[in-house]
């Protein structure tokens, strides 16, 4: 079983920026759907951005849109998300993950994919 690698995470002060990457090996992921999610304590996993296969599409959880960007380079297996105007809520841990199927519509639900990397730590300090 191959499974993503997340990192680009840290601590940054509220309005600063960080960039993740997710490290997707080759063919079982360059033709699916990928999203971001993310999870604090005590929280649900909670969707912040899909793409998708090909990056022509992407969709936002309204808490990020205009501050978050996904975007995917399908020839180097790797999986973006490029965060600015971080704020305080925004601290969680950050994953990526594919969908199980492939399929051309968006989906939110957590439980629709597979493939979870370990995650990496965001912290935005006030």
């Known amino acids: 079983q191959v499974q993503p690698v997340e990192s680009g995470g840290g601590l940054v002060q509220a309005g600063g920026s960080l960039r993740l990457s997710c490290a997707a090996p080759?063919?079982?992921?360059?033709?699916?759907?990928m999203a971001w999610f993310r999870q604090s304590p005590g929280k649900e996993r909670e969707f912040v951005a899909w793409?998708?296969?090909?990056?022509?599409?992407?969709s936002y959880a309204d808490s990020v849109k205009g501050r978050f960007t996904i975007s995917r380079d399908n020839a180097k297996s790797t999986l973006f998300l490029q965060m600015n105007s971080l704020k305080p809520e925004d601290t969680a841990v950050y994953y990526c993950?594919?969908?199980?199927?492939?399929?051309?519509?968006?989906?939110?639900?957590?439980?629709?994919?597979?493939?979870w990397g370990q995650g990496t730590q965001v912290t935005v300090s006030s």
């Open positions: 993950a594919r969908d199980r199927v492939v399929r051309y519509s968006v989906v939110v639900d957590w439980r629709e994919y597979e493939y």
């Open positions: 793409i998708s296969w090909n990056g022509g599409s992407t």
């Open positions: 080759g063919r079982t992921f360059t033709r699916y759907a």
